[in-house]
């Protein structure tokens, strides 16, 4: 599986954005998918979670200000962020895995190469 973010950019504080991410190379639709961020010096931390049935899961700090979808004829899922703070600048990343585990990890772990997002005025 391939995974190809965008939408990332550089957006004043309150402002909104969305991040894309664009799925090839297997059934979409059996994945779950995330949304990470990471920044320097930090560890990557889960953003949103969307799962093969679209029950969702977020980090506190987005909680109401992020909403994560996708769309399976598409093979995509996106990240809408909004009231958007510095504290949200960071690499996003989106990850996929079919939700198989061992261990308590997926057997089968896909990432994107990132998008940087800053806010800042």
């Known amino acids: 599986v391939q995974l190809v973010e965008s939408g990332g950019g550089l957006v004043q504080p309150g402002g909104s954005l969305r991040l894309s991410c664009a799925a090839s190379?297997?059934?979409?639709?059996?994945?779950?998918a995330t949304w990470y961020r990471q920044v320097p010096g930090k560890q990557r931390e889960l953003v949103a979670r969307i799962g093969v049935d679209g029950n969702t899961d977020y980090a506190a700090s987005v909680k109401g200000r992020f909403t994560i979808s996708r769309d399976n004829d598409k093979n995509t899922v996106c990240l809408d962020m909004s009231s958007l703070e510095s504290e949200d600048t960071a690499v996003y990343y989106c990850?996929?895995?079919?939700?198989?585990?061992?261990?308590?990890?997926?057997?089968?772990?896909?990432w994107g190469q990132g998008t940087q997002v800053t806010v800042s005025d």
């Open positions: 990850n996929a895995h079919p939700p198989i585990y061992s261990n308590g990890r997926a057997i089968l772990d896909y």
């Open positions: 190379g297997s059934i979409f639709s059996i994945y779950v």
